[in-house]
Nanobody
Framework: VQLQASGGGLVQAGGSLRLSCAASGPTFGNYGMAWFRQGPGKERELVAA????????DFADSVKGRFTISRDNGKNTVYLQLNTLKPEDTAVYYC????????????????WGQGTQVTVSS
């Protein structure tokens, strides 16, 4: 599985971005997907996750109500919509995937993309 993240950039506080993660392979619909981030001097943290069928999602408390995760299994792509951005959202955002055909949210992820930088100015 190869993952390619895109959509990062520089945005002012209060603004929005949409990140995309395109996955290779014919069985994308059997993988749970997630977005992680790592800010300057911080540990990597889970931001959002979605089950293989897209029916269930989970979010870090710090982004609930501001970020949404979705997927299009026909396009092998998962999205992260970032709204009402804050300077503390500045980080490199990574997408990750894990084989999870029974529609649960995995605790660990085997495959990782290269990351896309999100910078939020105050």
């Amino acid at each position: 599985v190869q993952l390619q993240a895109s959509g990062g950039g520089l945005v002012q506080a209060g603004g929005s971005l949409r990140l995309s993660c395109a996955a290779s392979g014919p069985t994308f619909g059997n993988y749970g997907m997630a977005w992680f981030r790592q800010g300057p001097g911080k540990e990597r943290e889970l931001v959002a996750a979605i089950t293989a069928n897209g029916a269930s999602t989970d979010f870090a408390d710090s982004v609930k109500g501001r970020f949404t995760i979705s997927r299009d299994n026909g396009k092998n792509t998962v999205y992260l919509q970032l709204n009402t951005l804050k300077p503390e959202d500045t980080a490199v955002y990574y997408c990750a995937s894990q084989w999870a055909p029974f529609n649960f949210i995995p605790r660990e992820y085997a495959y990782w993309g290269q990351g896309t930088q999100v910078t939020v100015s105050s």
